[in-house]
C-alpha cells in the first residue's frame, strides 16, 4: 500500500531549490570523467600508465596556443580535450584562506579552522604538532575542492627568515632561525601533502619566498624594487636553509620565488638559484611558481630587461613554470616568435605543472570515487579540528614575566577581573593576515569571562590608541577588581604584507595606558601582547606593578579561551620566544636593507638574530617561563667523535685553517656516518605538570673565527613531565649538518676542536678529530 504525500512548499523557497538542482545539474564535470565520451579513452586519462607518459601525451597532444594559456595561475579550459579552467591559487598559511581566488566560502563550507598565526604555532617547538595542524588544513582543503568551492594547489608556509624584527610578513614565519624554519617547513609540508601516499598528494604545497625576502616598504624602498645584497656565507647557512629542508626532507611539491633582486638579478629570472639550485642539487619534483606579478616586475620596475617577451623569455629559461597572474601568457608567445625563447622551454615547464596536477589526480575523474572523495562539509570545523586549534594556541603562548609567582590567577581568590586594552574583545585580530573566515571565535574578555566576573574597559578606540580619553574608565575598572589583565599590541593596520613597522615600541599611547592601570590596579597587573614581531616592553619589564607579561601572538579562532587557560593556570605555559626580542635603540645601528647577518665591529654593525648579535635584548631567543621549575642532566653523550673522511681525502686529513682552527669540507666526509647520540634527563621540580622544551645549543672551537655563529641551535624537542617525575629525551645530532659552519665562499665545513652543546644552564664538551674510521666515546 502506498500512501500519496502533498508538500507545499513557500515560492521562493521552491526558486531556491530549482534553481540549486540546475546549478548541480550543469556543474561541468571533472577531467577525465568516464561520462565525457570524447577524452576518456585518451592516454592521459588512463589511471593504470605511468604518470610520466600520461603527461607527456596531454602535452603532445596541445597546440601552441593552448600551452602558453596554460602557464598562468589562471589557466585557461582546453574543451577538445575535455579539460576546464583551473585556478592554481589557493592559500593554507595557517588554515584554508580565502586569499588567494580559488578558494570560496558560503553554502555548505561557511568557514575553515583558522589555528594561529605561523609565528605563534612556531613558538610551541612542537614539530608533530606542525605536522598535524598540516594533515588537519589538508582534510579540509581536499573537502571544499570536492565541493568545487577551493583548488589544491596552496602557496603555503612561508619559510623566510625572520631577519628584521619591523619586517610586516614576520609573523608569517617560524621566525629568525634557519633550522627552526626548515623543520617546520618540511613538517608542515608533510602535513598538508600526506606524504606517506608516495607520488601521489592530498594536496600540494608550496614553500615561499625565494630566496632572501623580507622586507616590505622600508624607508622609501619597496619589495618589487629591492635589491638585497647577499653574502654566499649567508645564502648558504641562513636565507636558502628552510628552502633546502623544504625540498629535500618536505618533498614539497612547489616552490615560490620573490619580487626582490638577489645580488642584481631578479629571484624569478635567475638560472643559478631556479634551475641549478632548486631543480638541479636540491632535485625539486615539482613546479617552480613566481610571487604574483613577479616576472611583470622584472620588466616594469626593476627595469632588467629592455622588453616584456625578454622578461618572460628570461623567467622561463631560468627554471619557471607557472606565472602567478597572465603575464606569460600574454608575452611568451612573442618570445618565441622572436627566437628568444623555444616552445620546447614552454613544454619543460608544462611538465612540470602538469605532472603535480596528474599526482593530485585532477587527471582522474569525479574526485568521490577517488582516496580523499570521501571528505565533505562534515569534516570542515569539525569539534577535533577546534580542539586543535586551542592546543595550538595554548602550546604557542610565551610566559615572559611572572613576578613573585603572581600567576597563575586564582578564581577564587581574583573572582572579578578588569580587562581593559584594544585587543580585549577583538576576533579577526587574533587569526592575523593569510587567514580564512573562521569556524567561530572566543575573544579574550569571552575566554577570561568563562572562569571569573569581568569589568571590561576598552582604554583606547584602537591599537593606534591616539587619544586618552578612554582612560579614566579602564583606570577605574582596575581599582574595582581584584586583578587586572590589559590585553594590548599590535594588528594588521602596524605590521602586515606590504607594511613593514618604523619601530618596535607599543603603539601610540598604549605604553602610557598600561603603566597608569598598572599603578592603579588593586590586585595584580598582567600584560597580555597580541603581535607577530616583538615589542619593546622593557618599561614592563622593569615595572614592579606588572607582575606578569604574556605574549600571545596572533593565537587563532580559539585565542581568547587559550589565553584565559594560561593566566588561570588550566594549562601550564611552554612556548618559547621564536624570535629575539631587542630594544628600541637596536634600530639606531643598522638599516632594514642591510643583509648581512655576521657582526661588524669596525662599521659598527651589530649583527641580526641571536646567532650573531651578541648585544642587549630584552628577551632572547628561546626565552619563556613555566608554573613549573625543570631541572636538565646529560644522562650520556660522547666525549670525542672521529671524523672520517671519504674517498681519496683519507689519510690526507685535508683541512683548511681557520685562525687557530682547521675544518674540513662536508663534501670530504662520510656524513652518513657521523651523529652524536645525546640523552638528556628532564625532572619537573614543581608542583605542577607541564610540557618542557629543550633546546639544545652549540657553540663552535674558539678557532672557527668569523665563519661561525656565537651559538646555534642543533636540535629541539618538547616533553610532558608530570610533577614530581623525570622523563628521558633522546637527540640524534648530525655533525655535518649542524655542527658545521659556512665559510666566505659558502662551503660547508666541520671545525676541528672542542664544540660546546649547551641546554639551559648545562654543558657538555665534545671533541671533533680529523680521523680515517668513525668512533665516538663516552
Not at 618536505?250 to 629570472?269: E, H, R
Not at 574597559?457 to 583606570?475: M, N, R, Y
Not at 656516518?673 to 645549543?697: A, P
Not at 659558502?746 to 657538555?764: A, N, P
Amino acid at each position: 500500500m502506498t500512501r500519496s504525500i502533498s508538500l507545499s512548499f513557500p515560492p521562493s523557497l521552491l526558486l531556491l531549490l530549482l534553481v540549486l538542482g540546475l546549478s548541480a545539474a550543469t556543474q561541468p564535470p571533472f577531467a577525465c570523467d568516464p561520462g565525457e565520451k570524447t577524452t576518456k579513452d585518451f592516454p592521459f586519462c588512463r589511471v593504470s600508465l605511468p604518470v610520466a607518459e600520461r603527461v607527456r601525451d596531454f602535452i603532445g597532444r596541445l597546440t601552441l596556443e593552448e600551452k602558453i594559456k596554460l602557464l598562468g595561475s589562471t589557466a585557461e579550459a582546453v574543451p577538445r580535450l575535455g579539460i576546464k579552467e583551473y585556478e592554481w591559487w589557493s592559500e593554507a598559511l595557517h588554515g584554508v584562506s580565502n586569499v588567494g581566488p580559488a578558494t570560496k566560502f558560503g553554502g555548505e563550507f561557511p568557514g575553515a579552522t583558522v589555528f594561529p598565526q605561523v609565528i605563534s604555532t612556531a613558538a610551541s617547538f612542537n614539530a608533530s604538532l606542525w605536522e598535524q595542524i598540516g594533515g588537519v588544513v589538508s582534510d579540509e582543503a581536499r573537502a571544499m575542492y570536492n565541493g568545487r568551492m577551493a583548488g589544491l594547489t596552496y602557496w603555503s608556509p612561508n619559510v623566510n627568515i625572520f631577519r628584521d624584527p619591523r619586517w610586516g610578513r614576520g609573523q608569517e614565519t617560524p621566525g629568525e632561525d634557519p633550522v627552526v624554519a626548515g623543520e617546520y617547513a618540511a613538517r608542515y609540508v608533510r602535513g598538508l601533502q600526506g606524504n606517506d601516499h608516495g607520488e601521489r598528494l592530498k594536496v600540494a604545497a608550496c614553500c615561499k619566498h625565494y630566496t632572501a625576502y623580507d622586507l616590505e616598504n622600508w624607508s622609501g624602498v619597496d619589495r618589487f624594487h629591492f635589491n638585497a645584497q647577499v653574502s654566499k656565507q649567508d645564502l648558504e647557512d641562513t636565507f636558502n636553509v628552510p628552502f633546502r629542508e623544504c625540498v629535500l626532507q618536505g618533498k614539497v611539491a612547489s616552490v615560490m620565488c620573490s619580487f626582490n633582486q638577489v645580488n642584481g638579478i631578479p629571484t624569478c629570472a635567475d638560472p643559478k638559484i631556479l634551475r641549478d639550485t632548486i631543480r638541479g642539487n636540491w632535485h625539486l619534483n615539482g613546479y617552480i611558481v613566481a610571487d604574483c606579478d613577479s616576472v611583470e616586475v622584472i620588466y616594469d620596475k626593476q627595469s632588467y630587461t629592455l622588453t616584456p617577451e625578454e622578461a618572460a623569455a628570461s623567467a622561463i629559461k631560468a627554471g619557471l613554470d607557472l606565472d602567478c597572474g597572465e603575464f606569460l601568457g600574454v608575452h611568451t608567445g612573442v618570445a618565441i616568435k622572436r627566437g628568444i625563447l623555444k616552445e620546447a622551454d614552454v613544454d619543460r615547464a608544462l611538465v612540470n605543472t602538469v605532472t603535480v596536477q596528474m599526482r593530485l589526480g585532477m587527471f582522474d575523474g569525479e574526485p568521490s570515487a577517488q582516496r580523499f572523495g570521501n571528505l565533505g562539509p562534515g569534516d570542515v570545523c569539525t569539534p577535533a579540528h577546534k580542539e586543535l586549534a586551542l592546543e595550538a594556541a595554548r602550546q604557542g603562548i610565551v610566559l615572559l614575566k611572572n613576578r613573585k609567582a603572581s600567576l597563575p590567577l586564582s578564581p577564587h581568590r581574583h573572582q572579578t577581573v578588569a580587562v581593559i586594552g584594544p585587543n580585549s574583545d577583538v576576533t579577526v585580530t587574533m587569526i592575523g593576515n593569510y587567514a580564512g573566515v573562521a569556524c567561530d571565535y572566543t575573544s579574550p574578555v569571552q575566554g577570561i569571562g568563562r572562569y571569573v566576573k569581568t569589568i571590561h574597559q576598552q582604554g583606547c578606540i584602537d591599537v593606534a590608541c591616539t587619544s586618552d580619553q578612554l582612560f579614566v574608565e579602564a583606570i577605574e575598572a582596575s581599582r574595582q577588581a581584584d586583578a587586572t589583565v590589559l590585553i594590548m599590541g599590535l594588528e594588521l593596520s602596524i605590521e602586515a604584507e606590504g607594511k613593514d613597522r618604523d619601530g618596535l615600541l607599543l603603539p601610540g599611547r598604549q605604553q602610557e595606558l598600561v603603566s597608569k592601570v598598572a599603578l592603579a590596579s588593586k590586585g595584580p597587573t598582567v600584560l597580555v601582547l597580541m603581535s607577530g614581531g616583538p615589542i619593546d616592553v622593557s618599561f614592563a619589564e622593569n615595572d614592579r606593578h606588572i607582575a606578569g607579561i604574556i605574549w600571545a601572538g596572533y593565537p587563532g579562532q580559539a585565542g581568547g579561551s587559550a589565553i584565559a587557560d594560561v593566566l588561570f593556570g588550566t594549562h601550564n605555559p611552554g612556548g618559547k620566544l621564536p624570535m629575539t626580542w631587542y630594544p628600541q635603540d637596536y634600530l639606531s645601528k643598522l638599516p632594514m636593507t642591510k643583509m648581512d647577518m655576521r657582526s661588524d665591529p669596525s662599521k659598527s654593525y651589530p649583527g641580526r638574530t641571536y646567532r650573531f648579535y651578541n648585544g642587549p635584548v630584552l628577551y632572547p631567543f628561546g626565552h619563556g617561563q613555566s608554573y613549573s621549575k625543570f631541572v636538565h642532566t646529560i644522562a650520556a653523550a660522547p666525549t670525542i667523535v672521529a671524523i672520517p673522511l671519504a674517498g681519496r681525502h683519507q689519510g690526507s686529513h685535508n683541512t683548511t685553517t681557520i685562525s687557530e682552527g682547521r675544518a674540513i669540507r662536508v663534501t670530504h666526509t662520510k656524513c652518513n656516518r657521523l651523529s652524536i647520540g645525546l640523552h638528556v634527563d628532564v625532572r619537573n621540580t614543581g608542583s605542577r605538570d607541564g610540557s618542557h622544551t629543550l633546546l639544545v645549543f652549540s657553540t663552535p672551537p674558539a678557532g672557527a673565527g668569523h665563519w661561525a655563529p656565537h651559538k646555534q641551535l642543533v636540535a629541539f624537542k618538547k616533553v610532558h613531565v608530570r610533577a614530581g617525575s623525570q622523563e628521558r629525551v633522546d637527540f640524534n645530532i648530525d655533525v655535518c649538518k649542524y655542527l658545521s659552519v659556512v665559510d666566505r665562499s659558502g662551503i660547508r665545513r666541520i671545525t676541528i676542536g672542542e664544540h660546546s652543546l649547551h641546554i639551559g644552564d648545562i654543558r657538555h664538551s665534545i671533541s671533533l678529530q680529523a680521523a680515517n674510521q668513525g668512533v665516538t666515546k663516552s
